[in-house]
Structure formats: structure tokens, C-alpha cells
């Protein structure tokens, strides 16, 4: 067995502005080092993401790291190929777009064993760009008027949860429910926990657990970002909560009610009250973000981030009931998600 307590797995491509403070982070955890691994699947990065890590592993030969190349590019089948090649106890699954504390693993493997959860995770602080947009995108990716009651984004209770984020997982919960289903666009992380709920572990938020996440520093970026991930929702329904389709009632309402009230003019009214509604909130919520960051500007321009936000997540759903490679992805042919023992389409690492 193994001394390897927990292995940090990433799938990365062109995450040259960040990867380098992420790995510093790594570097200063408070946990030994032989303790832990680091794993890294580069999807063909052009931005030099590659030789950032390949230099950095160069020069920290008391580090246990290992990177390897992801001719698929796509994140889920890079963090696969990790998985596959992990040796931990747990199984941390982390992204090249976030920062971490000092005690982030081994806070984790303490809420492992605390909890006997089968995946622990812990809370977002989202970052913003340097910019009105910028910090206006953070305020509203930390409200619940922008992303709804998940607990992780708006510091709320810990506890059992439906999703964590950088979830880390005991080794037995991927032998059982099998690996990231590759043929997802986005949206992935979903899927697997609808799979870890139903097979009776435990998912949990714990207070101790806290990494920073950079969100997209503009709202082109922003809006592209939402919408894919609403389009792929389609993929995998049964994961599907409330706030994951309140931005589609929302959209359907705003085209909906106009035309019906054609047939029926008193709809029109509640089309008046549901945009007053939406605008009321959108602005009280616009006030607190602009308190909170001490920035009218930022706040005023919150206001514009949440439709942006809102619609272009339900336009994403739309999209997805009628692109084919999102009901491709929901055939029954892939009922079956990859599984940690199958290695047969991969190469494998010298020892």
C-alpha cells in the first residue's frame, strides 16, 4: 500500500496567468511532502502552461509530480487520466483557475476523516478581475440572486450538500461509481456526484476547507461560460436542481408571457410584475454588492451582469434540447462512465 495520503490531480490547458501562483500554493502546503502527489494532464496548452509546470517539477525534485501530455484537450478526460495514475488514499480533483491556503490538503483529509463522508469540500471566495466588470462579476457570482442557493458560493451552512467544489474523494468512491464521463462538455462534476450520491456516500461542506476561484474577467467571457454550461445540463437531467432551472423558467416567461397575452392580454401583466420583480431584486441586490466592495460603480454595473448571466444560462438550455452532441452524450451507451481499473487507452507511466 501506498504512503501516499492524498494525490492532487489537475486537467489544465492554457492556464499560463495562473498556474504558476497555484503551484507556489502546492509548494507551500503544510503537509509532508511525501504525503502527498501532484498530477497534472496538459491539454496541448499554446500559452506555455506546459513548460511552466515542467520547470517547475525540474526544480522541485522533492516534490512527487508528474505531467503528462492530454491529447483530448478537454478537461474531464485530462482529470481521468490522473485519476487512473493516482496512488492516494484520497483523491483531490483541482483545477489550474483557483489559489489555495497553506492547510488546504491536509484540511481535507481531516474533514475525511471527521465526517466518514465519502467526498468533502469546502467553500469558493470567487475572485473578480482587477476592473468595475471584474469586481462587479464577483459580487454577482457570490450572491443567491446570481447563482442561487449553492451553499459552497455564498458562505453558507456547512454540512451534507449535493456538490462540492476541488471535491476530494476517498479512493472507494471512484472504484464504486467509476470516473468523469468524458463525452460532457461541461458539467461533468454534476453528473458525478448524482453518481456518489446514488451510490450512498456522503457529500459534505465543511467550514475548515476554503480555496479562491477566478471568474471571468469580462462579461463576453462571462455570458460564453454560462451558457455552456446551461447547454449541457440537457446531458444529464436527473442531476438537475431548482436554481439550475430558474434561469430557463426565467427566459421562457420573458418571451412566453408576451405571447400568449396576444391570445389572453391580461398576461401581459404578469409579464409587467415579473419584470418589476426582477428588476426590484436585481437592484437590491446591485445595493448590497456595491456596499459590501465600497464601489457604486461596481454595483451599478452588477445590475447588467445578472441578465447578462441569467439569460444567456437559460439560452444555453434551449440550445442544448436540440444540439446533437448533447443528446449524443445522454445515449445508453454511456451509461457506463469510465472506470479506475481501465487502462487500456492510456499509456502507462515508467515507475
Known amino acids: 500500500m501506498s504512503d501516499i495520503q492524498i494525490s492532487v490531480v489537475m486537467g489544465v490547458r492554457n492556464e499560463a ?6 503551484l507556489g500554493d502546492i509548494l507551500a502546503q503544510n503537509l509532508p511532502r ?3 502527489e501532484l498530477i497534472i494532464a496538459d491539454g496541448e496548452s499554446d500559452d506555455g502552461t506546459d513548460e511552466i509546470i515542467a520547470q517547475w517539477i525540474a526544480s522541485h525534485p522533492d516534490i512527487q509530480a508528474t505531467l503528462m501530455p492530454n491529447p483530448k484537450r478537454w478537461q474531464y478526460p485530462g482529470v481521468n487520466m490522473c ?13 489550474g483557475h483557483a489559489r ?8 481535507n483529509l481531516a474533514a475525511l476523516e471527521s465526517t466518514g463522508a465519502g467526498v468533502v469540500g469546502g467553500f469558493w471566495h470567487t475572485q473578480g478581475a482587477d476592473s468595475i466588470w471584474g469586481k462587479a462579476i464577483e459580487g454577482a ?13 455564498i458562505a453558507g451552512r456547512p454540512g451534507p450538500v449535493d456538490v462540492v467544489p476541488y471535491g476530494c474523494f476517498r479512493r472507494e468512491v471512484f472504484e464504486r461509481v467509476g470516473l468523469y464521463r468524458e463525452e460532457l462538455g461541461s458539467n461533468a462534476d454534476l453528473d458525478i456526484f448524482q453518481r456518489v450520491h446514488e451510490a450512498g456516500f456522503m457529500v459534505y461542506l465543511d467550514r475548515n476547507i476554503r480555496a479562491t476561484y477566478f471568474a471571468r474577467p469580462n462579461l463576453r467571457s462571462l455570458a460564453r461560460q454560462m451558457f455552456r454550461n446551461g447547454r449541457w445540463f440537457v446531458a444529464h437531467l436527473k442531476a438537475t436542481r431548482p436554481r439550475h432551472l430558474a434561469p430557463l423558467i426565467f427566459l421562457l416567461s420573458l418571451i412566453g408571457l408576451p ?9 401581459i401583466w404578469a409579464w409587467v410584475a415579473m419584470i418589476g420583480t426582477y428588476l426590484a431584486i436585481a437592484a437590491t441586490t446591485a445595493t448590497r454588492i456595491a456596499t459590501n466592495m465600497r464601489s457604486l460603480a461596481s454595483g451599478t454595473v452588477a445590475a447588467l451582469v445578472f441578465p447578462v448571466m441569467h439569460i444567456s444560462y437559460g439560452l444555453g438550455w434551449l440550445v442544448g434540447f436540440v444540439s446533437p452532441d448533447v443528446w449524443r452524450a445522454r445515449r445508453p451507451s454511456y451509461k457506463l462512465p469510465p472506470q479506475l481499473n481501465d487502462t487500456s487507452a492510456m499509456s502507462r507511466l515508467p515507475p
Request: hydrophobic share 50%.
Open 17 to 22: 496567468d495562473y498556474i504558476g501562483d497555484l
Open 34 to 36: 511525501d504525503q502527498f
Open 141 to 153: 457570482l457570490s450572491s443567491w440572486f446570481g447563482v442561487g442557493s449553492a451553499r459552497f458560493r
Open 83 to 95: 485519476i487512473r495514475q493516482a496512488r492516494g488514499r484520497a483523491i483531490l480533483v483541482l483545477d
Open 259 to 267: 405571447l400568449l397575452s396576444l391570445a389572453w392580454p391580461p398576461l
Open 100 to 107: 489555495i491556503p497553506s492547510n488546504f490538503l491536509s484540511n
